[in-house]
């Protein structure tokens, strides 16, 4: 038996993890490659911790998981900035709005540790805020969720916790759609107000103006003394008349102004509130009017907060003391363990995190470019087979959760186009497609075909597998039996016409009258009509159905931001744009799926598949980025944001250029360039030719030192490495690896800075002499063998594969460890800044690396694969390569601040040209009123 030091350090390696991975990610070490747990375990685990070979068992791991697992932890909060309100504290008493806020809560089933996170999350940036900001000025922070993620249930939490603390003045800034800003207005009243019975007397103001004669928008009946009970909350929609009305009603009676304890909510804060004109020289109207109520002088005290999922524009933007800068505060808010993101759905490439929630589909390039020539040319094209797919199955989710007596709307989202036209279009397609298979046996049965394969392919073992801390996994509603299924289909094939499929008819009354067949909805500015409802409006509880309502919504920007799709089980996307904040606000897919875990399936082309995995990246580095600074004491005065726009992704731009006008511009470089190949074509002749030119640049070489698995050699020319690169063939699908040649022209007007570089050739067990009898790669009398490598099934193709990520962490390292013993704690180092700070340490931080992986052609079948490697994952296979293939991975040093270390945009910005972003924001303001 392993002693009790050993034993701690092991438990310090799972925590370590666990703050990258999920816990049966952890369990079953599958971030890592080896055929089995135990080889992992020997491979990555062991040498950490000093443990012998096999000493550090598997069942040992699995019970020291576990015990880790179940063990309660508080819940840990990112701030980046200072408390200034030291005397906050969290209500205890039970008719405290806070308390009546966190019992309804707890009614509507939401888990310990979600509540716990709103409670934490509200508590810290109370801490910040002060009721008294007339010598200091106003106080201004920045709260970062996730898209989807609950940030109304934070704001509603945040705002409880500061009405039993003092503050009694409330401003919610809700988007540009007024429909929206009602339903959070009821929302936040209703979650403020609770039973009515609370030790505060909650007041909604709606839409003041000095015009009205209302009795409530007199401001000086308003009870804002020391002792009083009343809170009075307003929100107001981001339009320039609404926000002037509200600004001069604020400061009307300057008495009343004087005691207002003010904290403003700026909810999706990216939208609307930013600057886009020339910040040196003049501002938007909105924006100008809410800094100039931010800074006014005549309040008590002034709070303002913004609330956004892409803040990538909050803080590229203005940075100057009369600008809305986060400068006190970042705090970033943690999503649920129930929450669908983009790194379950996307994954990760450092460090390599598969998709856990497999429930992507991909339309193929020839579909993709058929609905495109059809919106391009208006003209209309018969409906896809991906297109087919995704309508199938919202019409077998549909039957199945009726038969499981689902009584919620059950939603599908079209999103192809930006353009209006467009949406009629696409519209009459997926029209024309429903009455064609209305009463179709056939139909019938190719809905069976993909049921039973959907059904399969993602199951509730892989569920929980994704999300094994999901909080109600006995509540998870599985696949019924293809019987009832069926069924519910030929109750719904058979309806009359006008129930089958229909816009939301209008009834007697003018109100909206729903039926259980297919409401058809075009969400757009034009979607008007007579008789019928053509845009989305879910029924509330009277308006039901006897049966779940169907809705198929096509539409464009409308649906992108601020609105939940209800019951969003299929999703169609086709869009073009290259704009980081645009692409996850249209993710509508993203968040919580209570009683239908298993139903939501996406269908998107690869380069768009390709594009968010690259956000969840850019979303986990600012991420990390925000976290090292909080940890180091920093405030946002100290934090100069990066936002990753390097060379190593060419797909995304981060957002519009007049939305990051404080990004600093230097001439665009590859510091800090850190890539590997992930993509390959199983062409022969180019995988024989890398194969040779990298033995023969190897055994140019001169001798190399070597430890196990690794050859490494110090101080190689720039020239030779140059030589190299330029002979060896990218696959052009790799994007990251495309820019070689841009980085050879890079190198060359560097060659005094980067004069010699490491090169690393890694490959598995240890390295052997080389002999004629038994073959193999003869690298300087030497023969080391290949690593293995599998492909990701979801991303590759017969011609291309895709392995997900190439490197293993500790080879970034080895060629320092082949010449002296590095810290445990070092060993431990995970992503890229771990490593590049680690190199740094080690005198290795300005010394580029070239490693070079010589990968097993992987011949087996599926079959045998999956037989081998029971504990693989379904999205896993045996590459089955015609040869072996050559894999790099380069390392360009970068001055370490800290985080993370590729080229930012405060370092620089890589031009990206796309006009259907800027289209975008004018139909935004078509659709909106948005002035």
Known sequence: MADNKKIENVKKTIENLQSSYAWEAVKELSMYHGSNLQEKLNTYIAPLNRFDHNE???????????????????????????????????????????????????????????????????????????????????????????????????????????????????????????????????????????????????????????????????????????????????????????????????????????????????????????????????????????????????????????????????????????????????TLLEPSEDYFGAIQIFGIEDPETVPSVDIVRYIENNERDTIRYAQKEESYVECTESLKESVQWLILSVAALRAKNYNKPVSMLVHTSFKINHHAL??????????????????????????????????????????????????VTDYPEWEEIESELRYLMDLQDSEYLSHIPIGDEGAPKYHTGIHLVIDNSRSKSEDQIMRLVYPNKNQMPEKAPAFIVVGGNTLSRGLTLEGLVSTYFLRTTNQADTLMQMARWFGYRKSYELFPRIWMDRLAYERYTFLAQMNEELKNEIIWYANNGMTPADFAPRVKNSPNYQLIRITSNNKMQSAKGIEFDFAGYNTQTIYFEKDRSILSHNKNVTRDFLNQLDKPLKNRSKMVWHKVSNKEVQSFLEKYKVCSLDKKMSKLPELLGWLEKNTETLTKWNVILSSSGEIERYSSETGGWDIHGYNPKPVTRTKLTNRSTEEIVSIGALRSPRDLTADIEITREIEEEDKKAQGTAGILSIREKYGMGDVPQLIIYRVDKGELSVEEYREKHKESHQQRAPLNFPEEIIGLNILIPGKSRGGNLATYLSASINEITNDEDYIDEQEYKEDTGWN
């Open 426 to 475: 696409i519209s009459k397609i997926i029209e024309d497609y429903l009455r064609s298979i209305k009463g179709s046996e056939e139909a019938l049965k190719q809905m069976r075909g993909l049921y039973i394969s959907e059904s399969k392919r993602f199951d509730k073992k892989d569920l929980f597998n994704a999300l094994s801390d999901y909080s109600s996994k006995d509540k």
């Open 56 to 330: 550090l068992t598997s069942s040992l791991w699995k019970d020291l998981v576990e015990e880790l697992h179940f063990i309660e932890k508080d819940v840990y909060v990112t701030k980046l900035g200072k408390n200034v309100n030291s005397t906050a504290k969290i209500p205890t008493l039970k008719n405290s709005s806070w308390k009546m806020y966190e019992n309804k809560l707890i009614s509507q089933n939401w888990s310990k540790s979600s509540i716990n996170n709103i409670k934490d999350s509200s508590f810290q940036i109370l801490q910040s805020l002060s009721m008294d900001t007339r010598e200091d000025g106003p106080t201004k922070g920045l709260v970062i969720g996730n898209v989807q993620s609950g940030k109304t249930a934070n704001m509603a939490g945040l705002m409880a916790m500061a009405a039993d603390n003092g503050f009694n003045f409330f401003i919610v800034l809700s988007g540009v759609i007024e429909s929206l800003r009602k339903q959070t207005a009821n929302r936040l009243y209703s979650d403020m107000n609770v039973s009515g019975n609370g030790n505060l007397h909650w007041h909604q103001i709606d839409n003041p103006s000095l015009r009205s004669s209302l009795p409530a928008h007199d401001v000086s009946t308003l009870n804002l003394s020391v002792n009083s009970k009343d809170k009075y909350f307003m929100v107001s929609l981001k339009n320039k008349t609404r926000l002037k009305n509200l600004f001069n009603w604020l400061k009307s009676d300057k008495n009343k102004a004087s005691q207002m304890k003010v904290l403003i909510i700026d909810d999706e804060a990216d939208q609307a509130s930013i600057n886009t004109k020339n910040i040196e020289e003049d501002e938007t109207a909105i924006n100008g009017l809410i800094k100039e109520m931010v800074h006014h002088k005549d309040f008590l005290g002034m709070n303002y907060i913004a609330y956004t999922a892409t803040p990538y524009a909050n803080v590229l933007n203005e940075v100057g003391e009369e600008s809305l800068y986060p400068k006190d505060f970042v």
